[in-house]
């Protein structure tokens, strides 16, 4: 995500560095480059060009702060425009006065609407702690309905189970049963159908739905691979339809963030969630601020620190530090602490929240951290619980046999017992030593 932005506006700050002040010669080259880096990330024109002219009159049209150089002040205007565009302010989503939060899920077919309800739902329950029930109301797209209730079951989520074939009845009907307490739910999420294009059948059949629910909030799901004709539709379902935000999806995939940066100030409205990841998981609520902080490459850490919070339990990490000192510290543990770490995300999120995320994701193989990952579950998992609570049990006809029980090789397991053993040694050090000694052993 953004990753090409990244580099090419960091390439062109760099050039403004040992400059002694911000004059328009030398930031002509640097905003032109900028514009060209921002055009061909599929951000519309318009969006743009409203960017570089707020951007020139700041930095013109001001002193240089004492002590601070052009590249650091460019990049303080950089940031501070790029959260205005993003919309400035994290959005929130209402509270009802009385009766359960009504949220209507709106967009064209094959931009992940009813992957984004569940996520949408998991969020709720995980995050606002809401009882979550979604209403599949898609009677367009053969399997949409089953394909939510297949999410459903698969995360624990309440869903309207039912045989209609009419968009305006399901809706009408799951709100009359919720109502009569036939079914539980504070939160009541509605997947619509959507087309491959508007017509007029979609937006007459939208306009009715939408009567019926009288929804506390209305999501558009946007697609970030579609460009800036995505953005174009945005606009129309707007006007012909309306909604209160927007949720970005695949901006995990290959896109160029154009999306991103163009839909806000295109439409007037913010965006509340980019989808990250296929995982049901993979859903983020936007700070414009955090997001603008990884556009420029300074990472999103506090967002890093809340994904870690959630993911390592705390009774968990206490019981692993004790064990840590006495240096008790086991394969089962090690397990533990590889499930915390895939509920963060893929390698690939994680790097892009820290500052350099982009040169650090490209100094990596592709996709080789998951890979390595799987693989070194599947060695766990063919252990014995003995032999995942005392290592040394594992000789030489148990690696193999280990070997043949994960479809791996005994220098796979090999490599993998070494690296725990490593692991162990180090994290054994590091606890025992604390800040003071890790310098003075000459760890850092």
Sequence with gaps: MFDNLQEKISS??????????????NIQSTLDEVRKSLLEADVQY???????????????GQDVLTGIEPGQQMVRIFSQELTRI??????????PAK?????????????GKTTSAAKLALYCRDEKKKIP????????????????YTLAKENGLGAFEHQMDDAVSICKTAISKQQGRELVGDVMIFDSAGRLAIDESLMDELARVRKVIQPDLVLYVLDAMAGQDAVRTAKIFEEEIGFDGVILTKMDGDARGGSALSVHMVTGKPIFFLGVSEKVQGLELVHPDRLASRILGFGDIVSLVEKAQKAFDEKQSAKLAQKLRKNQFTIEDFAQQLQSMEKMGSMSDILGMMPGGAKLKKALPSALPEKEIQKTKVIISSMTLAERRNHQ????????RIAK???????????????????????????KMGVKGMRRGGLF
Aim: hydrophobic content about 40%; proline content about 5%.
């Design 46 to 60: 318009k969006v743009v060009q409203s960017f570089i002219d707020s951007v020139r009159e700041q930095a013109l």
């Design 405 to 431: 029980g994960s479809g791996t090789s005994v220098q796979d397991v090999n490599r993998f017992l070494k690296q725990f053993l490593q692991a162990k040694n180090m994290m054994a050090r590091i606890s």
């Design 99 to 111: 009766g359960p939060l009504k949220i209507l899920l709106v967009g064209l077919q094959g931009t």
């Design 12 to 25: 062109s700050v760099q050039k403004l560095r040992g400059q002694g002040k911000i004059t328009e010669k």
């Design 393 to 400: 049990l594992i000789n030489g006809s148990r690696r193999l």
């Design 133 to 148: 029930l979604l209403v599949p109301a898609d009677v367009s797209r053969p399997g949409a309905k089953e394909q939510l």
């Design 86 to 95: 993003l919309g400035g302010k994290s959005p929130e989503i209402p509270s």
